[in-house]
């Protein structure tokens, strides 16, 4: 059964990252909808360009079963400027739906919102200080809230993502068609 998942980009996001979530959600059957809360086309915080599926403003409405945020600067300032995104992931959290942030958008967009409270998370180490109950793990699930520090733990983040929609063998048939391994 394929899940829906909104993954927000905003001009400056981190490529690597959006781009990584992307594909691995895609790789175990997600429907993945980008949607911008810039203009279609975005470029990301290495100058690549990136074209949406959609605005984030037509995504109002939808239910989604995961809502990720890719973090990279100033990227994660625009997430968190943008009302429609935020009603969305408020919406995710109210609801126990699945919603996830990497690098630095734990700080910038959930805890600047009060979306994590009291759960565990990690986030790029540089922002910890903005991060209540911080753990320094590469990726960080509690709940319906799955977090992680940054580049080069967006495939173990997406992992944990495809593991918590669809269980522990996709993620594993996934990785393992990555060659990844899993701790």
């Given at each position: 059964?394929?899940?829906?998942?909104?993954?927000?980009?905003?001009?400056?996001?981190?490529?690597?990252?959006?781009?990584?979530?992307?594909?691995?959600?895609?790789?175990?059957?997600?429907?993945?909808?980008?949607?911008?809360?810039?203009?279609?086309?975005?470029?990301?915080?290495?100058?690549?360009?990136?074209?949406?599926?959609?605005?984030?403003?037509?995504?109002?409405?939808?239910?989604?079963?995961?809502?990720?945020l890719p973090g990279?600067?100033?990227?994660?300032?625009?997430?968190?400027?943008?009302?429609?995104?935020?009603?969305?992931?408020?919406?995710?959290?109210?609801?126990?739906?699945?919603?996830?942030?990497?690098?630095?958008?734990?700080?910038?967009?959930?805890?600047?919102?009060?979306?994590?409270?009291?759960?565990?998370?990690?986030?790029?180490?540089?922002?910890?200080?903005?991060?209540?109950?911080?753990?320094?793990?590469?990726?960080?699930?509690?709940?319906?809230?799955?977090?992680?520090?940054?580049?080069?733990?967006?495939?173990?983040?997406?992992?944990?993502?495809?593991?918590?929609?669809?269980?522990e063998q996709k993620?594993?048939?996934?990785?393992?068609?990555?060659?990844?391994?899993?701790?």
């Open positions: 059964m394929s899940k829906k998942v909104l993954v927000a980009v905003a001009d400056g996001t981190e490529e690597l990252e959006a781009v990584t979530i992307i594909d691995i959600l895609r790789r175990a059957g997600a429907a993945v909808t980008v949607a911008s809360v810039s203009g279609i086309e975005i470029t990301a915080s290495r100058g690549v360009k990136i074209v949406a599926d959609k605005h984030i403003d037509q995504c109002k409405g939808e239910t989604f079963d995961a809502v990720v990279g600067m100033p990227g994660a300032e625009h997430l968190r400027d943008s009302k429609p995104l935020i009603d969305i992931v408020k919406s995710q959290k109210a609801s126990g739906r699945l919603y996830a942030a990497i690098c630095a958008s734990p700080a910038v967009v959930l805890a600047y919102h009060g979306l994590i409270d009291d759960k565990k998370v990690t986030g790029y180490p540089s922002t910890s200080d903005k991060l209540p109950n911080y753990s320094g793990g590469s990726v960080v699930v509690d709940a319906n809230c799955i977090t992680s520090q940054g580049p080069a733990t967006a495939m173990e983040f997406a992992i944990a993502l495809v593991e918590n929609l669809y269980g993620a594993s048939d996934v990785s393992a068609g990555l060659l990844l391994t899993r701790r």
